[in-house]
């Protein structure tokens, strides 16, 4: 079964250092790559994603994640964060194969971004 | 545009008691789905539906129904509000009945307390 892990609940940085929020899936078959981003009181909304070619993806905002297949890792960063982007960031992992599945999205834990001035 | 909307944006249930979350989107999608939000535990699937008269179960299906007479709404049921039930609960939509690359739409969230 697809299992996806955020290894950490919780990152607090000060404004302007670097981030990476890491993630981690099992799968035994192709994958797409999510990361969704949920502002406080919001729904989830789509970040970036990775379905093929280029295994570094890069969203309008400055982040950036690359899919590595070989330590089945998408692990998200941004070299410097604001306060803005505080937020709850989840990985998702949309499995695909021939003749099957509906594509049914996997998420993570999620990992609790917080930027302090 | 409004995408997916969901009613209503908070409610209060005493155990026993039933209701129904709305959810509709204006984007012409197959594929809607239901999903509750509990701290530490991620998105988890309840029920999903690839189309009008066509749903099925997710992970966490019990003490859920749905059903889809059309494209558009895809209503959740609680029959019977159990305190377990308490949750921030997601709809979502997506193009494509079988599309695995399509993004997923959030609706703004449900948030409920079974008291």
């Known amino acids: 079964a697809q299992s996806v892990t955020q290894l950490d609940s919780q990152v607090p940085v000060f404004e302007e250092a670097p981030v990476e929020l890491r993630c981690n899936y099992s799968?035994?078959?192709?994958?797409?790559l999510f990361w969704y981003v949920q502002y406080p009181n919001q729904g989830l909304q789509l970040l970036l994603k990775?379905?093929?070619?280029?295994?570094l993806v890069k969203s309008i905002n400055g982040f950036e994640a690359e899919f590595n297949k070989s330590q089945t890792s998408f692990h998200l960063r941004k070299p410097s964060v604001h306060i803005s982007d505080t937020a709850e960031y989840f990985c998702?992992?949309?499995?695909?194969?021939?003749?099957?599945?509906?594509?049914?999205?996997?998420f993570g834990r999620g990992t609790q971004l917080t930027v302090w001035p | 545009n409004a995408g997916v909307t969901q009613t209503p944006k908070f409610q209060v249930l005493k155990t026993g008691q039933s209701m129904t979350l709305q959810c509709a989107q204006d984007?012409?999608?197959?594929?809607m789905s239901w999903y509750r939000q509990d701290p530490g535990m991620g998105l988890r699937l309840i029920h999903y539906?690839?189309?009008?008269?066509?749903?099925d179960q997710g992970e966490v299906p019990n003490g859920y129904n749905v059903s889809r007479s059309t494209t558009e709404d895809f209503p959740l049921r609680l029959l019977s509000a159990a305190p377990s039930q308490t949750s921030v609960y997601f709809c979502?939509?997506?193009?494509?009945?079988?599309?695995?690359?399509?993004?997923?739409?959030f609706g703004a969230g449900t948030r409920l307390s079974v008291l």
């Open positions: 990775y379905l093929s070619g280029s295994t």
């Open positions: 799968s035994s078959v192709s994958v797409y």
């Open positions: 984007m012409n999608h197959e594929y």
């Open positions: 998702a992992v949309s499995e695909w194969s021939r003749g099957s599945t509906l594509g049914r999205l996997y």
């Open positions: 539906s690839v189309g009008a008269g066509i749903t």
């Open positions: 979502a939509s997506r193009r494509g009945r079988a599309s695995p690359k399509n993004i997923q739409y």
